[in-house]
Structures are given as structure tokens and as C-alpha cells.
DNA sequence: TGGACATCTCACCGTGGCATGAGACATTCT
DNA sequence: AGAATGTCTCATGCCACGGTGAGATGTCCA
């Protein structure tokens, strides 16, 4: 079902600006492939820096500073957990995912 | 339902590295609030560009240069269509559109 | 206790992206 | 025909972001 054009157009200059904010920061993260890659590997559970860093084939100093980016959006979050408590765990966030996908949703339909 | 972790856990330093090239690339495009906006604004059926213009408060140069993006991806297409034909409207390829959420679906769960 | 390991943080640097301005082109109006 | 309008493209400048390296912290192992 679509609006079909009118016979005669005139312009609509005052359309009303939509709220895109939540949907760009979302996306922003999002846009790099690390980060990316991240949040669809902790899909499947708790994982920590190092196996991150050796499935992307990236360092762990940058997996880390990805991560922070992450964490301070709410989107992940440390786990200490384990018989070796130097490494740290990551668990999604799935309530933040989920309203992320949710704006991302409102924008793609 | 979440896999707990193993007493005694061992390394996996071989996860499969999870295929997110559409994904980063469709946040990428959405990343921009312009860009996120213009897709948003084109839900309600086509615009063109001044009126985006108008709506956003940015410069018709600035939103014929993202719309060349969206273009470029597949997102969006122009419809000549109107009795003044300088106007350019433009609508969603809701096809792409679905596709590009499907990835970012993919990626969030 | 000393050394290896895992992670975090910060500063630096190079690249890419966005906004801007100017110019070109087609179309409509007077 | 000439002016105004709507859009596109390109070149430029600036800024933010990502990758890297070094250093600090804390933990495990010999």
C-alpha cells in the first residue's frame, strides 16, 4: 500500500524531523566490523579477550579498547568468573541488544 | 536459558570468526543521522530531495551526497516523477531495506 | 619472589568521512 | 531568451575514529 503522489504536488516543506539518534549510535557501534563481529560471537554465550582476539585475528590491546566502546553503550558486560580470574569473561547485554535492534528496527521497518 | 560456564574452562582459541561484512556495512550507512533519517523519513512513502532538506535543516548538497551513498548501497532509488521534473523524488527499495535488517538481526539476535 | 600472562588505559599517528563551496546541467517561469 | 529553481558532482579542509605501542595493574605458576 503506497501513498501515490498527488496529481498536482506541492512541496511539503514542513515535514516533521524524526528521531534517529538511538538508531545512529546503535548503528555507529555497529559499524565497525571487530565490534560487530563481537557482539554476534557473545550470541553464544560468555567469552573472554584472548579467544576473542585470536578468532578475529586481532590484537587483544584492540579487542579491549573495542570492547570498552561497547561496555560504555551498555551493550556488554564483564563476567569474572573462572578458576583464572586474569581473564574476563563478556556476556551480552540482551535487553540493551534488543532495544538497539528495536531502533534499528524503527528506521529499516 | 544461558551455557554456564565449564568448572574447569579451557581456551577456545579456534571460534569460528562469524561473517559480518553486510551487517557493518548496512550500520555503516545508518551511522549518519542524515542518512538514518532520510531512510526513516522515506517509510512514509517518497520525498524529494529539497523537502528532506527542509525537514532536516541541512543543505540540499549535503542530502544529495548521502542520498548518493544509499543509492550507491541499494537502499534507496530516485523516481523522476511530477509535473516539475527538476524535482527528484525518492523511495526505499524495501527489498534492501529488509535485507539490511535482516543482517543487523543477525548480529543483535 | 620473580616471571609469565591477561587485561586495561593512554598517547600518538594516519586514514577516512562529513560539511562546505563552487560549478555544471536540466527544467520551469516570466 | 534570460532568470530562477532543483539536483548532482567534485575539490577542499577539518575532525573523529581505528590501529599501534608503551606502560600499569593484577593474577597465576615455578
Chains 1, 2 share one sequence.
Do not use: K
Not at 498536482?8 to 557501534?29: I, K
Request: charged fraction near 25%; glycine fraction near 4%; proline fraction near 6%.
Amino acid at each position: 500500500m503506497r501513498t501515490e503522489l498527488p496529481v498536482l504536488e506541492d512541496l511539503r516543506m514542513n515535514l516533521p524531523a524524526p528521531d534517529v539518534t538511538d538508531a545512529a549510535a546503535a548503528a555507529a557501534l555497529l559499524a565497525d566490523p571487530i565490534r560487530a563481529s563481537i557482539v554476534r560471537i557473545l550470541r553464544d554465550g560468555p567469552v573472554c579477550v584472548c579467544e576473542m582476539a585470536a578468532s578475529l585475528g586481532a590484537r587483544e590491546n584492540n579487542v579491549s579498547n573495542h570492547l570498552a566502546r561497547l561496555r560504555d553503550a551498555g551493550l556488554v558486560r564483564p563476567v569474572r568468573a573462572g578458576s583464572d580470574t586474569r581473564r574476563v569473561y563478556y556476556e551480552r547485554d540482551e535487553v540493551a541488544c534488543a532495544a538497539a535492534l528495536a531502533s534499528l528496527r524503527e528506521v529499516l521497518a
